[in-house]
Structures are given as C-alpha cells and as structure tokens.
C-alpha cells in the first residue's frame, strides 16, 4: 500500500497555518504520510476557495474532502486514517 498524501493549503506568515504544519509534523512520528504544503497566494483559484478557511488539511484521495480547517482537529484526522487502512 502507498503511503497516503495529504495537502495542506497556508498563507506566509500566518501563525495558524505554521502552528497546523508543526502538529501534522509531529503526527507523522505517529501515522506515516506525505505531507505536501500549498501557499493559496500563489492561485487565484485557491485563494477565491479557502481565502478565509486556511490553513486547509485536504486528503489527495479520489474525493479530495477537507478533513479539518483553521485548527488540527486529530479525532477527524484519526478517522480519516482508519477509514483509508
């Protein structure tokens, strides 16, 4: 099985979004997974999308659904993980 993806839409300089990407860091000495970090500024389109919802955890599977925003909800990132097992 491959290991799973996960994208993680940030502004530069914004605490919230440092603070989500240092916990998924520490998560992953938990779950293994890829982590991928997209800066919206750098596309209209994610902007027009998660202006004001970021940081955005999104999983890559085929549904690509948010798993959580704002803040690092764990219960769902702990579902999400042993539903994709």
């Given at each position: 099985?491959?290991?799973p993806?996960?994208?993680?839409y940030?502004?530069?300089a914004?605490?919230?979004?440092?603070?989500?990407?240092?916990?998924?860091r520490?998560?992953?000495?938990?779950?293994t997974?890829?982590?991928?970090?997209?800066?919206?500024?750098?596309?209209?389109?994610?902007?027009?999308?998660?202006?004001?919802?970021?940081?955005?955890?999104?999983?890559?599977?085929?549904?690509q659904?948010?798993?959580?925003?704002?803040?690092?909800?764990?219960?769902?990132?702990?579902?999400?993980?042993?539903k994709?097992?």
């Amino acid at each position: 099985m491959s290991k799973p993806n996960l994208i993680v839409y940030v502004r530069e300089a914004c605490h919230l979004c440092q603070e989500m990407i240092a916990l998924l860091r520490q998560y992953q000495h938990k779950v293994t997974f890829d982590l991928e970090i997209i800066d919206i500024d750098d596309d209209p389109i994610l902007v027009q999308r998660y202006n004001e919802l970021i940081p955005v955890l999104i999983s890559t599977d085929d549904d690509q659904r948010e798993i959580c925003h704002h803040y690092l909800d764990i219960a769902t990132l702990d579902a999400y993980f042993h539903k994709i097992r």
